[in-house]
T-cell receptor, first 114, second 110 residues
């Protein structure tokens, strides 16, 4: 398996622009997670899905952030409008209860908002 | 509040030394605990996963232990190598939510 795939790997945008991050989980995994990593706050869970349904979005910082999972093999995290404080590395991870919920992470998207 | 703490924050050792990284957690109602490695500018690589009912897991030169009652886990690295230099993250799974420690930055000097 190719592992968790994220795109783009790097994104540079200007404040106010819309940003869309994409994730393809490992085939067969029924959980998908979005995390954000910053120097100040470390790794934080933003939202997670189970069988394409959002279960807990309490980590989403504000209404500018939204996430969708239209099918089992694709998810997006959208920021609209983006702000400089959104600059971070965004990770997607997936897991399955069959493998004891071990989470496997993608390579991340490094977002810079100017 | 569920918190995970890692000590030390940074560690520098000569090549060949055995070392221990520490992780503590405030809420013992865990599902499992994972140790990850993160290289600069890279993603997270899962090293070891310990189920809440287990005491330890081993993979090659790595051994992770878990004492759920005291809220502690250790990652033991034997015969360290320069290639082990990275940030090591401890993460505790509560329900379906992973709570991460801040990590230990390890440097192994040749």
């Amino acid at each position: 398996d190719a592992g968790v795939i994220q795109s783009p790997r790097h994104e540079v945008t200007e404040m106010g622009q819309e940003v869309t991050l994409r994730c393809k989980p490992i085939s067969g995994h029924d959980y998908l997670f979005w995390y954000r990593q910053t120097m100040m706050r470390g790794l934080e869970l933003l939202i997670y899905f189970n069988n394409n349904v959002p279960i807990d979005d309490s980590g989403m910082p504000e209404d500018r952030f939204s996430a969708k999972m239209p099918n089992a093999s694709f998810s997006t995290l959208k920021i609209q409008p983006s702000e400089p404080r959104d600059s971070a590395v965004y990770f997607c991870a997936s897991s399955t209860t069959v493998s004891y919920n071990e989470q496997f992470f993608g390579p991340g998207t490094r977002l810079t908002v100017l | 509040k569920q918190e995970v703490t890692q000590i030390p924050a940074a560690l520098s050792v000569p090549e060949g030394e055995n070392l221990v990284l520490n992780c503590s957690f405030t809420d013992s109602a865990i599902y499992n605990l994972q140790w990850f490695r993160q290289d600069p500018g890279k993603g997270l690589t899962s090293l070891l996963l310990i189920q809440s009912s287990q005491r330890e897991q081993t993979s090659g030169r790595l051994n992770a232990s878990l004492d759920k009652s005291s809220g502690r886990s250790t990652l033991y690295i034997a015969a360290s190598q320069p290639g082990d230099s990275a940030t090591y993250l401890c993460a505790v799974l509560y329900g379906n939510k992973l709570v991460f420690g801040a990590g230990t930055i390890l440097r192994v000097k040749s």
